[in-house]
């Protein structure tokens, strides 16, 4: 059944018993035409568009935990398209209008909210250097509005304006970025794609790829082996792996990224504020929590929790940008494990193995790639055929050095992203 | 988490540069194939358990060290010196 104001309000009236769970708990079959390991937001959205837009509806999602328990459940949710370069650049801003679409595609509310996202400058290099992006944004179709310092003590004024080391210049403002409520996209996905048939199976690991002269076969899993044609590996963190039971080693390293929420507070933070030369950037949530993070904890980690430096880092870098903050107290902080590559851009392509596909690469930036990343990479596995926007996603390119995206400018080496 | 070094003994976190994975200091022939650069350079094992990676310290004596840790639990198990773990 479908979400309505109207039914809200009958179920209010009704002691909310109406309300179903929103997807089966089938049990594996023997066979698929196709399936995704991993179910985090890019498994599911893959899943989604796979039965959507190629009529593919004999497909599973396995997830080793609970749909939502991954990086999709765990992340600051900020959905943006401000890329700089050609290859990133078409993809978010496809993505970002997938986001738009999302609500009234997937009838579910993920609570997409274009607040507006502002990366704030302090030196006139930087400024140069954020008036090229803002142009590289224009050109690629998005929005993007340079303010100086009055332009964006307007929209922030809580900020510290003089502040000796970085006294903030200007902003590049990109009002259709924002947030989301992360849980809801998982839900909202996987909601759509077992409406259209998928089988959504929870508790089930992927141990093992079959693979029978150069052809994928099936998986092994602790729920037993389960054959299919085509197979797409969409496990973020641990993409390494999964990759290895296929015999291949990625250009990936995991590594930890932590976040931060304080107790509900009345609003303050109307929008998404990026301080970059503090690694720090903070919104504030429907709940009232000021939900902030800053940079990797920057040694390689599967452990989904970080270290107290990079703790005591972010807390500094908040009382640099707005000293009010000192007055909240933190509620909780987490951290996720993040697929690292060299260039700090994503992989969407085919393997050396025929009819196995990988998604991965994502590093701290995946969320608003949700639907973007599902619906090229549905387009890959249904089709054989990069999907354009996509189309520069390429495992191979840390080869030869062609393509490789990196949008940092710090170099296409592990340790520098 | 902390790190003992051979020199200085055992230093916050804070003093160190990290590096990656200590394959790093199997560099290939200068006549390798591709495929060996692209190893060395891009590929990694990227393991859920125990590792050897490289620290620099930084803040401390300026050694680089190989250092043998869990990357699950962050237990830290011991570290060399780089140049005599080199062959
Ligand atoms: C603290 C933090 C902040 C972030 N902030 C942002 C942000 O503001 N904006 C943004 O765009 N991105 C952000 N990200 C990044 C974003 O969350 C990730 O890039 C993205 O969620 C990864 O894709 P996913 O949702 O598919 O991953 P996941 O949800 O991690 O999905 C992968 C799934 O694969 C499953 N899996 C693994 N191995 C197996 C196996 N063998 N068999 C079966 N299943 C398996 C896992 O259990 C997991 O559920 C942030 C991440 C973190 C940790
Ligand atoms: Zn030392």
Same mark, same amino acid.
């Not at chain 1, 797409?232 to 931060?260: D, T």
């Not at chain 1, 387009?379 to 949008?407: N, V, W």
């Not at chain 2, 990290?18 to 591709?34: N, Q």
């Given at each position: 059944m479908?979400?309505?104001?109207?039914r809200?309000i009958k179920?209010?009236?009704?002691g909310q018993?109406g309300?179903?769970p929103?997807?089966?708990?089938?049990?594996?079959?023997a066979?698929?035409?196709?399936?995704?390991?991993?179910?985090?937001?890019?498994?599911?959205?893959?899943?989604?568009?796979?039965?959507?837009?190629?009529?593919?509806t004999?497909?599973?999602?396995?997830?080793k935990g609970?749909?939502?328990?991954g990086n999709?459940?765990?992340?600051?949710?900020?959905?943006?398209?401000?890329?700089?370069?050609?290859?990133?650049?078409?993809?978010?801003?496809?993505?970002?209008k997938l986001?738009?679409?999302?609500?009234q595609?997937?009838n579910?509310?993920?609570?997409?909210?274009?607040?507006g996202?502002?990366?704030?400058?302090h030196?006139?290099g930087?400024?140069?250097a954020?008036?090229?992006?803002?142009?590289a944004m224009?050109?690629?179709?998005?929005?993007?509005i340079l303010?100086?310092?009055?332009?964006?003590?307007?929209?922030?004024?809580?900020?510290?304006?003089?502040?000796?080391?970085?006294?903030?210049?200007?902003g590049l403002?990109h009002?259709?970025?924002?947030?989301?409520?992360?849980?809801?996209?998982?839900?909202g996905?996987?909601?759509?794609?077992?409406?259209?048939?998928v089988?959504?199976?929870?508790?089930?690991?992927?141990?093992?790829?079959?693979?029978e002269?150069?052809?994928?076969?099936?998986?092994?899993t602790?729920?037993?082996?389960?054959?299919?044609k085509?197979?797409?590996?969409?496990?973020?963190?641990r993409?390494?792996q999964?990759?290895?039971?296929?015999?291949?080693?990625?250009?990936?390293?995991?590594?930890?990224?932590?976040a931060f929420?304080?107790?509900?507070?009345?609003p303050?933070?109307?929008?998404?504020v990026?301080?970059?030369?503090?690694?720090f950037?903070?919104?504030?949530?429907d709940?009232g929590?000021?939900?902030?993070?800053g940079d990797?904890?920057?040694?390689?980690?599967?452990a989904?929790?970080?270290?107290?430096?990079?703790?005591e880092?972010v807390?500094?870098?908040?009382?640099?940008?707005?000293?009010?903050?000192?007055k909240?107290?933190v509620?909780?902080?987490?951290?996720?494990?993040?697929?690292?590559?060299?260039?700090g851009?994503?992989?969407?392509?085919?393997t050396?193995t025929?009819?196995?596909?990988i998604d991965?690469?994502?590093c701290?930036?995946?969320?608003?790639?949700?639907?973007?990343s599902g619906?090229?990479?549905?387009?890959?596995m249904?089709?054989?055929?990069?999907?354009?926007?996509a189309?520069?996603?390429?495992?191979?390119?840390?080869r030869?050095?062609?393509?490789?995206m990196?949008e940092?400018g710090?170099?296409?080496?592990h340790?520098?992203? | 988490? =902390?790190?003992?070094?051979?020199?200085?003994?055992? =230093?916050?976190r =804070?003093e160190?540069?990290?590096?990656?994975?200590?394959?790093a200091?199997?560099r290939?022939?200068?006549?390798?194939?591709p495929e060996?650069?692209?190893?060395?350079?891009?590929?990694?094992?990227?393991?859920?358990?125990?590792?050897t990676d490289?620290?620099?310290h930084?803040?401390?004596?300026?050694?680089?060290?190989v250092?043998? =840790?869990n990357?699950v639990?962050?237990?830290v198990?011991?570290?060399t010196?780089?140049?005599?773990?080199?062959?």
């Amino acid at each position: 059944m479908g979400y309505s104001g109207f039914r809200v309000i009958k179920e209010g009236l009704f002691g909310q018993r109406g309300w179903k769970p929103v997807w089966r708990d089938p049990e594996p079959k023997a066979e698929y035409d196709a399936i995704i390991i991993g179910g985090g937001g890019h498994g599911l959205a893959t899943a989604y568009y796979l039965a959507k837009e190629h009529g593919l509806t004999n497909i599973a999602v396995l997830e080793k935990g609970y749909i939502g328990g991954g990086n999709v459940g765990r992340n600051t949710t900020i959905v943006r398209a401000n890329y700089f370069l050609p290859g990133n650049s078409e993809f978010y801003s496809h993505s970002l209008k997938l986001w738009e679409g999302m609500e009234q595609d997937l009838n579910y509310n993920v609570m997409h909210s274009q607040r507006g996202l502002i990366n704030l400058f302090h030196s006139d290099g930087q400024r140069d250097a954020f008036v090229r992006r803002g142009n590289a944004m224009i050109n690629q179709g998005d929005d993007a509005i340079l303010l100086d310092t009055d332009g964006v003590r307007k929209h922030l004024p809580y900020l510290d304006f003089d502040n000796v080391r970085f006294p903030i210049y200007g902003g590049l403002y990109h009002p259709r970025g924002g947030t989301a409520r992360h849980d809801a996209v998982a839900w909202g996905y996987a909601r759509g794609a077992d409406q259209r048939g998928v089988d959504i199976i929870q508790n089930c690991e992927v141990t093992g790829i079959d693979i029978e002269g150069g052809v994928v076969k099936g998986v092994q899993t602790t729920r037993g082996a389960i054959k299919a044609k085509k197979v797409g590996i969409v496990v973020a963190g641990r993409s390494g792996q999964v990759a290895a039971m296929a015999g291949m080693r990625l250009p990936i390293e995991s590594h930890v990224l932590q976040a931060f929420v304080t107790e509900g507070l009345k609003p303050i933070i109307n929008h998404v504020v990026s301080f970059g030369m503090g690694h720090f950037y903070i919104s504030q949530s429907d709940k009232g929590g000021l939900v902030f993070g800053g940079d990797l904890d920057f040694y390689s980690s599967y452990a989904a929790r970080g270290n107290l430096p990079m703790k005591e880092h972010v807390m500094d870098a908040a009382m640099t940008l707005m000293p009010a903050i000192g007055k909240a107290r933190v509620l909780r902080s987490w951290g996720g494990i993040m697929d690292m590559t060299p260039d700090g851009s994503p992989i969407i392509d085919k393997t050396p193995t025929e009819g196995l596909f990988i998604d991965c690469g994502w590093c701290y930036g995946g969320f608003k790639a949700v639907p973007g990343s599902g619906f090229s990479f549905a387009h890959l596995m249904a089709t054989g055929q990069h999907h354009e926007p996509a189309a520069k996603f390429r495992l191979d390119r840390f080869r030869d050095g062609h393509g490789l995206m990196d949008e940092e400018g710090t170099g296409a080496q592990h340790n520098l992203h | 988490m =902390r790190l003992t070094c051979p020199n200085c003994g055992e =230093r916050d976190r =804070r003093e160190f540069y990290y590096y990656g994975d200590a394959i790093a200091l199997r560099r290939p022939a200068p006549d390798a194939v591709p495929e060996a650069w692209d190893d060395y350079l891009h590929n990694r094992k990227n393991p859920a358990g125990d590792t050897t990676d490289l620290w620099f310290h930084e803040a401390g004596c300026g050694a680089w060290l190989v250092v043998d =840790r869990n990357t699950v639990t962050h237990a830290v198990h011991g570290a060399t010196l780089a140049e005599k773990a080199k062959r």
